[in-house]
């Protein structure tokens, strides 16, 4: 026996030395970014800057009118807090389920963890660490700009971000061992990747369930003039998901007594000694569950097969076309519907969509008042905008991934003798068709809404479908451009920098195609008010049309050949 | 049937494969041998159109693979040695699905589909995610989609990985079968036995060159080797360590 192995000590290796690998990768990851990536950096810091400047200036502004109220203005700035770290703490506990499922299940590292000899409570430290990082630095990146204001406000000094961090380390564990031990018990009750599925589903449901609740709660009533009174019953009304036994509470209490110089540490005292004895728990329970729910873990793959009706139906459906195209749109349709991470991801889509109509019927448009033609045809214009960002995000989350996603099967495409066109060809109508049908439905249910003239109906349909099929082409080209082939989550392919060009993309060809459109518009407004107008459909208005079909069809034709030169380039 | 003619490849500043020329006949079993990093898979990649050459050509039946990529790859079966398939296909679907990469399709692709399946004892598992196969019924799943097209050159990256003894010995005799019938096999192997027993003739790869070719007399002949088994060649000719230093490395 080696000596060096001998003197390893009955524990095996420290956490420092389970870590060790983790912390290499993102300090190399970090390295490679930094090389030649300029232009990313400067990009992703002024989105990330805009981010958190927005976000501080509406928290520093509420804070600032909230301290006007001497006598409450503080108890409702704690009890926004409270509420903020709440709703993190939901998001949290649901993104730390699916998380530890990779981190202590699947995740490549673990076969040689296991089997090296690594003491079982180092183990369940390092990947509770791991896991809890990977789930939180988004939300600790999101409370940044909040706590900022806080800490201006209420002039919380150079060391409130240490008693803030003091506070929020406890409070971001607690989810992270319910996380994690709700998910050890579920991979011991099923297979983990039938687990994973099951998580997703209820993870997305339960985000789209949160999203709802909180747009039928109707924030926009705050902005009205009244809206501090409404602001204070709004607060009073959602009172009741608070308590004395909630951390989130107890969180937000820590971090206000610091700002508002109370020598309290009973909420601190609460957030450590849970957080430890939760720790505890969670160790005892991992060292009976986790040997069987790992071994289960490798045992189960999913082997259920379903569909067979519509596969049929659609096989019938695509008979006329070449068989490769056929095929490839068929491969496509299975992968996406067999795949819960995928598909489930519909629901919040679904969510989104339902929102945004909400929204246009929230509009206080039609209030009894007679409405003076020129504002609907404004606000109906104005939809435009919107409903193009909507799709751009559906296009963002459902075109731009497909091509990343044929990541480890590239070999196969590109030993074959696939046109690449046929792929591009398939992969491009399987995202833009359903988008257009989708474009097209909710552009006339809202404009519907909004009793839209023939004249903006027409403008509408027209614009928002040559836009649709540009933005699938540019999702597609740009999801070739800056390809995630090692990223086997799809959800998370959107969020690359990638996924960032292509939004502001969309973002702009969306802005020149208002411009464009602007004057006929402005025009035909125009000519209306002073009662000299026959007919909308002047000749300015069809030049814009045409204007704006050239635009879209550049930015349809021109990414889908620059992409089709890129993968017939591409290596793998 | 496959021609390489002065093909490199380079990565920046390094060079994986050097001015690699060879020529396989019709009907012959090609062995590729060199250490790891030697190049093998590059040159095998380019062949397979995956990779494109930074200079030199490859022809497959005639074909420039670079210049004429769908005639050469129409002509061609290529078997990775790491077995990625789509894990939300069934085993029957993705060999439907590559047929029709190759233009097939119909009961014809249905029963050669079939067929392959119960050569490679799939057949219970067909209707099933390849999510839920073994990493050898992975391997057999790619040979099978390899054969699915009827190809006129086959190109095998460490066939024999994964595969139980009596796959393995299917697979041989499929890959002998198939060069009897006049087909073409270049295959990379680091199994020298294997190497010995099937391949008519033997390529020895060593930093991005050939180091020797040709059949196995030729290739002692070439090294003035004697009757040096293929073992001793492949040390003689990359280099391999000695007992002294292997003692070294062990400490013992």
New interface residues.
């Given amino acids: 026996m080696?000596s060096s192995a001998a003197e390893l000590g009955a524990r095996g290796p420290g956490l420092d030395r389970v870590l060790f690998p983790k912390w290499r990768s993102v300090i190399a990851r970090f390295a490679r970014e930094r090389s030649g990536a300029g232009a990313r950096v400067l990009l992703l810091l002024l989105i990330g800057g805009g981010f958190w400047l927005g976000a501080f200036g509406i928290f520093y502004r509420v804070l600032k009118y909230l301290g006007t109220t001497p006598d409450i203005g503080a108890l409702l700035a704690g009890r926004i807090l409270s509420m903020i770290l709440l709703a993190f703490g939901s998001i949290l506990l649901l993104s730390n389920l699916v998380t530890a499922l990779s981190t202590f299940f699947l995740a490549k590292d673990l076969d040689m963890l296991v089997s090296a000899p690594v003491d079982w409570a180092r183990l369940y430290l390092a990947k509770l660490i791991e896991t809890m990082i990977h789930s939180s630095w988004m939300v600790v990146l999101m409370l940044v700009p909040i706590l900022t204001a806080y800490a201006v406000v209420y002039r919380g000094g150079p060391l409130f971000p240490l008693a803030a961090l003091g506070a929020l380390i406890p409070f971001f564990a607690l989810p992270t061992v319910i996380g994690s031990a709700i998910t050890l018990i579920l991979v011991n009750i099923f297979p983990a990747?039938r687990a994973r599925d099951l998580l997703s589903l209820v993870a997305i449901g339960a985000v789209g369930g949160v999203a709802l609740f909180l747009r039928f709660l109707r924030p926009e009533q705050l902005s009205r003039p009244e809206g501090f009174r409404n602001l204070v019953d709004f607060v009073a009304e959602l009172r009741t998901p608070t308590h004395p036994l909630m951390p989130s509470d107890w969180a937000a209490n820590a971090i206000m007594n610091w700002l508002q110089h109370v020598a309290d540490p009973l909420p601190l005292m609460l957030l450590w000694s849970t957080a430890a004895a939760f720790i505890v728990m969670g160790a005892s329970l991992h060292s009976r569950l986790y040997p069987g729910g790992f071994s289960k873990a490798q045992e189960g793959?999913?082997?259920?097969?379903g569909g067979p009706r519509w596969q049929a139906w659609m096989a019938g459906l695509l008979r006329r076309l070449?068989?490769?195209r056929?095929?490839?749109i068929?491969?496509d349709l299975?992968?996406f519907f067999?795949?819960t991470t995928q598909w489930s991801q519909l629901i919040l889509l679904a969510v989104l969509l339902i929102v945004y109509v909400f929204n246009i019927r929230a509009l206080p448009l039609y209030t009894g008042e007679r409405l003076p033609y020129m504002l609907i045809t404004l606000v109906v214009f104005l939809n435009q905008g919107l409903a193009g960002f909507v799709l751009a995000a559906i296009a963002a989350r459902f075109i731009f991934p497909s091509v990343s996603l044929e990541g480890?099967?590239?070999?196969?495409?590109?030993?074959?003798?696939?046109?690449l066109r046929a792929m591009l060809w398939s992969k491009y109508w399987v995202g833009t068709g359903p988008l257009l049908v989708v474009a097209l439905t909710i552009t006339v249910i809202t404009n519907d809404i909004l009793r839209a003239s023939p004249f903006m109906m027409f403008l509408s349909v027209v614009t928002i479908a040559c836009y649709t099929m540009a933005a699938g082409a540019l999702a597609l080209s740009l999801g070739v451009l800056y390809p995630q082939f090692d990223t086997e989550n799809a959800a998370q392919i959107p969020t690359s920098f990638g996924g960032l060009v292509f939004m502001m993309s969309a973002i702009l060809l969306l802005a020149g195609i208002i411009v464009i459109e602007a004057r006929p518009v402005a025009a035909h407004l125009q000519a209306y008010q002073m009662g000299q107008e026959t007919t909308p459909f002047s000749a300015d208005l069809w030049w814009a049309v045409a204007r704006v079909f050239g635009l879209c069809a550049l930015a349809t034709l021109y990414p889908l050949q620059r992409s089709l030169r890129r993968l017939q380039?591409l290596?793998? | 049937m496959i021609q390489l003619t002065n093909l490199t490849k380079r990565y920046g500043k390094f060079t994986a494969v050097n001015e690699i020329s060879l020529e396989i006949p019709a009907g012959t079993l090609y062995g590729l041998l060199g250490p790891n990093g030697a190049g093998k898979t590059t040159t095998m990649?380019m062949i397979?159109?995956?990779?494109?050459p930074t200079s030199g050509t490859v022809t497959v039946a005639g074909y420039d693979v670079v210049r004429q990529?769908?005639?050469a790859?129409?002509r061609?079966g290529?078997i990775?040695d790491r077995p990625?398939?789509?894990d939300?296909?069934?085993g029957a679907?993705f060999l439907?699905?590559?047929?029709?990469?190759?233009?097939?399709?119909g009961s014809e692709v249905d029963r050669r589909s079939d067929e392959l399946l119960e050569l490679f004892e799939l057949t219970p598992w067909k209707?099933?995610?390849t999510?839920?196969y073994s990493h050898g019924m992975r391997q057999k799943l790619i040979i099978s989609?390899a054969l699915v097209h009827r190809p006129e050159v086959i190109v095998v990256d460490e066939p024999m990985v994964g595969l139980d003894p009596k796959s393995a010995r299917l697979l041989k005799d499929i890959l002998r079968h198939f060069v009897g019938r006049g087909g073409t096999v270049l295959m990379s192997t680091h199994t020298l036995e294997i190497a010995e027993v099937m391949c008519d003739q033997i390529g020895i790869v060593f930093a991005g060159q050939i180091a020797a070719a040709g059949t196995m007399d030729k290739i002692r002949e070439q090294t003035a080797s004697g009757d040096a088994s293929l073992e001793e060649l492949f040390l003689k000719l990359t280099g391999g360590l000695t007992e002294r230093e292997l003692s070294a490395v062990l400490?013992s």
């Fill in positions: 080696p990747r793959a999913d082997k259920y097969v070449p068989v490769t056929r095929e490839f068929l491969k299975r992968v067999r795949d480890r099967q590239l070999w196969l495409l590109k030993s074959s003798p696939l046109d380039a290596e793998v | 990649r397979a159109g995956i990779l494109r990529p769908m005639e790859k129409q061609l290529f990775p990625f398939v789509y939300k296909l069934t679907e439907r699905f590559v047929a029709g990469l190759y233009g097939q399709s209707h099933e995610l999510e839920s989609s400490g």
